[in-house]
């Protein structure tokens, strides 16, 4: 099984920029194929932020469309996920995800890092 683990959360003013890592390690190309990032608010379900393939193709779900960037860099076993303009709505533990795209969706598997909490508040 890919193992995975998150870094870049803390702390950020509303307005701000954030940079968060995904290095994975094990698994087969295939399992990491696709990728994503999740996150969970305290008392909310696990939503879809964005997803990754090796080829660079990306789909964005609704909670930071437009205000966010995915990539993948697999010669350094990594994803990224940058979010501009926080905001306080933004706070959450954000979680990587290996999956794969059915007919262009992005269908995350049960694998799952153990996040990385992001706080946005002034």
């Known amino acids: 099984q890919v193992q995975l683990v998150e870094s870049g959360g803390g702390l950020v003013q509303p307005g701000g920029s954030l940079i968060l890592s995904c290095e994975w390690s094990?698994?087969?190309?295939?399992?990491?194929?696709?990728m994503g990032w999740y996150r969970q608010a305290p008392g909310k379900q696990r939503e879809l932020v964005a997803a990754?393939?090796?080829?660079?193709?990306?789909v964005y779900g609704d909670p930071a469309k437009g205000r966010s960037t995915i990539s993948m860099d697999a010669a350094k076993s990594t994803m990224y996920l940058r979010v501009d303009y926080l905001k306080a709505e933004d706070t959450a533990v954000y979680y990587c995800?290996?999956?794969?795209?059915?007919?262009?969706?992005?269908?995350?598997?049960?694998?799952w890092g153990k996040g990385t909490l992001v706080t946005v508040s002034s």
């Open positions: 094990g698994g087969s190309i295939f399992e990491t194929y696709a």
């Open positions: 990754v393939t090796r080829g660079g193709s990306a």
């Open positions: 995800n290996t999956g794969n795209y059915y007919d262009g969706v992005y269908v995350g598997s049960d694998n």
